[in-house]
């Protein structure tokens, strides 16, 4: 048994790990118990369920981006079409990275997207909120022609989900993602300018 008290960050970092090197078919809860000295029933205490417990381990790997697309957002010193290239080019990247370097913990993230978990929800809510700010200082500023700004995100959100949206992940490895991505921005920025 341990010595120290178990907390849900000490779960969600074991399960983390096991993840990272067994990926997500084969990470058991009894597997994070192991590694913590602990019964399963004390990881159950913190999380009801395997999912519960996989969605805290995706919700703060996907909050450690959340930053940098924030960031993107908010920069004042570009104009609304540089913001809304800047915001997307760094949430391609970000993806493509987290695939990249990150297998296991993105094919657990392909998992919990298949399943329209909360934290996928949650993510796809966020990235639409970025955007919908980004094209809103975009129409009030004049950049952008008028329209509702929430169905505009929507809009680009799923006409760029080949190169976000997990589904499309074995695309990213393509070397002309990159330039197709800017392409499509490139689309957008022109499909949306004001006239």
Do not use: C
């Amino acid at each position: 048994m341990r010595g120290e008290p178990l907390d849900a960050e000490m779960i969600v970092s074991a399960t983390e790990e096991l993840l990272r090197r067994h990926g997500p078919e084969k990470t058991t809860v009894l597997d994070v118990a192991r590694l913590l000295g602990v019964s399963h029933g004390s990881v159950y205490r913190h999380f009801p369920s395997k999912a519960a417990l996989r969605e805290a381990v995706i919700r703060r790997w996907l909050d450690r981006v959340r930053d940098d697309f924030t960031a993107a957002v908010q920069n004042a010193e570009l104009s609304p079409p540089d913001r809304l290239r800047g915001l997307l080019t760094t949430m391609f990247a970000a993806k493509w990275a987290k695939a990249r370097e990150d297998p296991e913990l993105f094919a657990t993230f392909r998992v919990l997207a298949a399943e329209h978990s909360t934290v996928s929800s949650g993510h796809v809510t966020f990235l639409l909120t970025q955007i919908r700010t980004v094209v809103g200082d975009g129409i009030a500023s004049g950049h952008f022609a008028a329209g509702e700004p929430e169905a505009i995100a929507r809009a680009i959100f799923n006409a760029t989900s080949r190169f976000h949206d997990p589904t499309h992940a074995a695309e990213w490895h393509s070397p002309e993602t990159e330039a197709e991505s800017a392409d499509v921005i490139s689309l957008i920025l022109d499909g949306i300018r004001a006239r």
